[in-house]
Nanobody, 126 residues
Framework: QLQFVESGGGLVQPGGSLRLSCTGS????????IGWFRQAPGKEREGVSC????????DYADSVKGRFTISRDNAKNTVYLQMNSLKPEDTAIYYC???????????????????WGRGTQVTVSS
């Protein structure tokens, strides 16, 4: 079954950092833009960041700009999300997925994405 596996979540204090990883299981992600999304309890799943297949274009939600950095290592079939200066409002389950439209640039239109993983929990609390 084609899907992604997310890892790296955990409990961290406000102001702390985490690095999330997203690896394709049975899926070579080198040809796709990859997006990170998150879903907090009682809220809709929202886009956090995306990166195109080459890594030359990235985009971020306004709420995480300047704090989160997305990157990819196609040789390792992995996309990363470095999260710094974490806030309690960043608490959510974080998911990654592939943009199956194969466009040159990326965006965080949820309907374009498939092969969702089970997510990794990020909790920011003192």
């Amino acid at each position: 079954q084609l899907q992604f596996v997310e890892s790296g979540g955990g409990l961290v204090q406000p102001g702390g950092s985490l690095r999330l990883s997203c690896t394709g299981s049975g899926f070579t992600l080198a040809y796709n833009a990859i997006g990170w999304f998150r879903q907090a309890p009682g809220k809709e799943r929202e886009g956090v960041s995306c990166i195109n297949s080459s890594g030359g274009h990235t985009d971020y939600a306004d709420s995480v700009k300047g704090r989160f950095t997305i990157s990819r290592d196609n040789a390792k079939n992995t996309v990363y999300l470095q999260m710094n200066s974490l806030k309690p409002e960043d608490t959510a389950i974080y998911y990654c997925a592939a943009d199956v439209t194969l466009q040159a640039m990326c965006d965080m239109t949820r309907e374009k994405y498939a092969y969702w993983g089970r997510g990794t929990q990020v909790t920011v609390s003192s």
